[in-house]
Every structure is written in C-alpha cells, then in structure tokens.
C-alpha cells in the first residue's frame, strides 16, 4: 500500500506541473507566434500600399510594431501579378535572392488554384491577396473586397505579396524548442524532489492505516473471547429458564457482532498488499446460479421478485471462496435495500472486455447518477433505513475489496432514482 500511495502521490503532484507549465509554455509561445505573424502582416499591408516595394524611408504614417529604416534593407520579399484567368502578367523578385520568377509565379499560382485563404503561411513565406477591379480600375484591400458583388470577379486580377519570415521563424523554433526543453527539465527535477518528499508526505498516512488495521486485528481477538462467553452464557440461561424473547434477542445480537467482526477482518486482509488467494478455474455461471437461487425464497417470503438471467458457461479465474462471498454480499444488499414488492434483477454476460455481472434492485427512493460512496465504510445513505435493516454500511466495502484483489471494476448507479444497478467486470 505505501508504494501504491506514493506512486499516486507522485503522479499526482506530476500531471498537475504538466499541466501548469503546458499552459505556460503554450501561452507564451502562442503569444510569440503571434506577435511574429502580426509583425508579418504589418509588413506586407504596407507593402500593397506603396505597390509591392518599401521606400527608401519609412513613410510618416508608419504601421505600429518593428517597422524602422532598416526593415526595407533587412525584409526579403516578393509579389506576382495574375490576370482574371490565373495568368502571371507581372512579377517582382529584385529584393529576394532565394526565389526567381519563374519559382514566384509557381507559388502564385499554387494559392490562386488552390483556394487557400487570402492570407496566411506558404512554408516560410507569409503572402497577402490584394485584388484589382478592372472596370473599375482600382485596388481594394483584403477586408474591402469580400464586400464586391460576385458578378465582378470574373474581371478581377490579383496580386500576391510574399515576405520571407524565415528570421522570425527560425527564433520562434528556437524559442519553442528551448521551452520544451526547459519544460522537461523541470519535470524531471520535480521528479527527483518529489521521490524523498512523497516518502515524508505518504508515511503519516500509511502509518495510521498500519495502526488502523493493527487495531481491527486485536479488536477481532479480544472481542471473539466475550462474545462465545456471551453465547454460552446465554445458553446456560436457555438450559436453565427456557428460551424467551430476551434469550432470542441476544443470540440476534451476538450474531450480528460476530458477523461485523468477521467483515472487518475480512476488508483488513483484503486490503493488504498482495492478499493471499487460491486461484482456480471455476465454472462462474454455475456459481452465481446457485448464489441467486438461494435467495429466491427469501425474496418471495419478502415480497419481492427474483429474475436470473445467466449465460451458461462462463468460466472464471477466481478466489471460489471470495467470489462466494462477493455474490453473498451483493445478493443480500438487494434484498436488504429493495422496496416493499419491489424486484431483483440477477445478469451474467461475457463481452469482450469480461464477465459483465449485474444486479439491479428497485428502491423507495435514491439519489440518481453515479453512487461510488456506496462502496465506503460505514457510509449510509438513510441511517435510519440502514438501522432498520440491520446494516453496518462495511458489506459493500467489502465486496469491493474483492473485485479490486480479482482485477476487476465494481460501480453502482442508479439510472432514474427508483432503482440501484451494481455492475462488477471481471477479467
């Protein structure tokens, strides 16, 4: 168990600095690309307007952001001209060395015939569409001309403007890179801090458990001993007066402590690591047949109604005691908790995940959803129902137990807050 709350205490404490610097890193490289792709549109907006080329100085009304009397020297970039009909008329490449024509007026091409949006990236180059009007003889920016009536396309020539942001791209990788690294970094130096940390956080834990289940070992000894004395003492009187209502009551009583006893040092071994079973192959659909029909007379004596509905010949992998047990437990919380002429439902399956086990029981009245607590000790969800049914809220703990030592998953729902469906899946 200490093993199993430090793994979970590490992973835990891991998956939440994931997610901590995964937000962070994204955030601030989002941020990043941005501001590169925004610097990048500036760049070209101001490019269509003075007719593809950046002057000598930068204009009055220059664009905000990275924009100086350097950037005409420094920015590489290109444009090409296409007719109505996708045919290069005109193309510019004096400012670029990497691309000639012919390669512009390919890319033009490929954006004019592919549909692409009308700005965005081309591998390292980010473009921008800027249409011209034949009739009327004049440009319109990107925003104005989706603002054209359709029938005016058919004479709109088009010019596409590159601009190489390999620089700004090869840092943006840079910089991602260099936070991933960093991000892995300090995961693993948080996984290193956290390995003698979790031995001082977990061992309080795992120490009032041992202490917990230490208590519940000495308590079933010494509270064995009282109760057989309890037991014959009471036979003694029954000898002696005769049985009555009070010598009855007692017998009841010392029945249902030895029984609390036994589930409690039961749900102590079982959640100990590696609890010892005796594995065998066992004809399982025989097994909850048996199980369920030994409570279809007490069903009846209580007004309830029974259906089993078993596929034969389903063989399992199991502890035969404990699976006993299991289905004890789970059998006798149905009776117990279903309503006055309510119904049992008893279902065995094998899918193809495993041996699908249901068992549903109508009910007065319960929350509706996923009912998981069910499955903790001592826990009730009417007190005052569970008093009157004799119930200590530890069976379920208990076959839960038993379905986690067999590998299995054990869930409880209730679909629409008049009944309570138990499912159990075994490998």
């Known amino acids: 168990m200490f093993r199993q709350l430090r793994r979970k205490f590490i992973g835990l404490s891991m ?122 003889g004049k440009s319109k920016s990107d925003s104005q001309s989706q603002n054209k009536e359709a029938g005016s396309s058919d004479t709109t020539a088009r010019t596409y403007y590159f601009l190489d942001t390999q620089p700004q791209m090869q840092s943006f990788y840079s910089f991602l890179y260099g936070s991933l690294a960093a991000g892995a970094g300090g995961l693993l130096f948080v996984f290193l801090l956290l390995l003698p940390a979790s031995r001082r956080a977990v061992g309080p834990i795992v120490e009032s458990y041992s202490k917990q289940r230490q208590f519940i070992t000495d308590a079933n000894h010494e509270l064995k001993t009282p109760l057989a004395v309890l037991a014959a003492n009471n036979e003694v009187i029954e000898m002696d007066y005769g049985t009555s209502e009070w010598t009855i009551s007692n017998h009841r009583q010392i029945d249902r402590l030895n029984a609390l006893v036994e589930k409690l040092v039961l749900l102590s071994r079982m959640e100990e690591e590696g609890p010892r079973l005796t594995i065998e192959k066992v004809d399982f659909s025989q097994m909850v047949l048996e199980a369920a029909e030994s409570f279809d007379a007490p069903a009846r004596t209580r007004g309830r109604s029974l259906t089993i509905s078993v596929a034969p010949s389903i063989s399992l992998e199991c502890d035969p005691a404990s699976m006993q047990q299991l289905l004890s437990l789970l059998l006798d919380n149905a009776l117990k908790y279903s309503d006055q002429g309510g119904s049992i439902e008893v279902t065995l399956a094998s899918t193809a995940k495993g041996k699908l086990l249901t068992i549903r029981n109508t009910v007065d009245s319960i929350p509706q959803g996923d009912l998981s607590r069910l499955f903790e000790r001592f826990y009730r969800l009417d007190s005052s129902r569970n008093s009157k049914t004799g119930g200590y809220g530890i069976g379920l703990a208990v076959a839960k137990a038993i379905v986690k030592t067999h590998k299995g998953k054990i869930t409880a729902t209730s679909p629409d807050g008049k009944s309570v469906i138990f499912t159990v899946l075994l490998p």
């Open 15 to 136: 998956l939440s600095v994931l997610i901590v610097l995964t937000l962070i890193m994204g955030a601030v490289n989002l941020i990043n690309y941005r501001s590169m792709t925004k610097s990048a549109d500036q760049k070209l907006a101001l490019l269509a307007g003075q007719g593809g080329r950046f002057g000598s100085k930068p204009p009055e009304d220059k664009p905000p952001g990275d924009f100086d009397a350097e950037t005409p020297f420094s920015s590489r970039y290109f444009s090409v001209s296409l007719s109505a009909d996708n045919q290069v008329t005109a193309s510019d490449t004096d400012h670029i060395a990497a691309i000639n024509a012919e390669q512009a007026a390919s890319y033009a091409q490929k954006l004019a015939f592919g549909g692409l949006p009308r700005q965005g990236y081309l591998g390292r180059y980010r473009y921008l569409l800027q249409e011209k009007s034949a009739d009327q």
